[in-house]
């Protein structure tokens, strides 16, 4: 029904930046029925992160540690969501997978992997020393 495509990963050294992108496809009314968009990371051996989120009110949220650096914002007229790394640290380094979901975005369960029901396959970001 709706499929969920990022770009944009890469390799960028330490205080560098990225922007990534997330393109929807598919039924065009269940798309414009998605309340909550989020990115999520996964570094090696570690569990997903919430990174950020932003709900139809354009209301966001993000990681404690990613905050101030990181910038999530969409284009719904192109169905893209995208999020803007800046200052970079080797820390950032993961797959960095976006979501949706038709529920609105709340602050208990914005950065849950279970709240989402449609994911992206991943973008790799590597962030070097």
């Known amino acids: 029904q709706v499929q969920l495509v990022e770009s944009g990963g890469g390799s960028v050294q330490a205080g560098g930046s990225l922007r990534l992108s997330c393109e929807a496809y598919?039924?065009?009314?269940?798309?414009?029925?998605?309340?909550?968009w989020g990115w999520f990371r996964q570094a090696p051996e570690k569990e997903h992160e919430g990174v950020a989120s932003i709900d139809i009110d354009v209301k966001s949220r993000y990681a404690n540690s990613v905050k101030g650096r990181f910038t999530i914002s969409q284009d719904m007229a192109r169905n893209t969501l995208y999020l803007q790394m800046d200052s970079m640290e080797p820390e950032d380094t993961a797959m960095y997978y976006c979501?949706?979901?038709?529920?609105?975005?709340?602050?208990?369960?914005?950065?849950?992997?279970?709240?989402?029901?449609?994911w992206g396959q991943g973008t790799l970001v590597t962030v070097s020393s």
């Open positions: 598919g039924v065009t009314y269940i798309i414009n029925n998605l309340d909550c």
């Open positions: 979501a949706a979901d038709p529920f609105k975005c709340d602050q208990a369960s914005w950065g849950n992997v279970g709240r989402y029901k449609y």
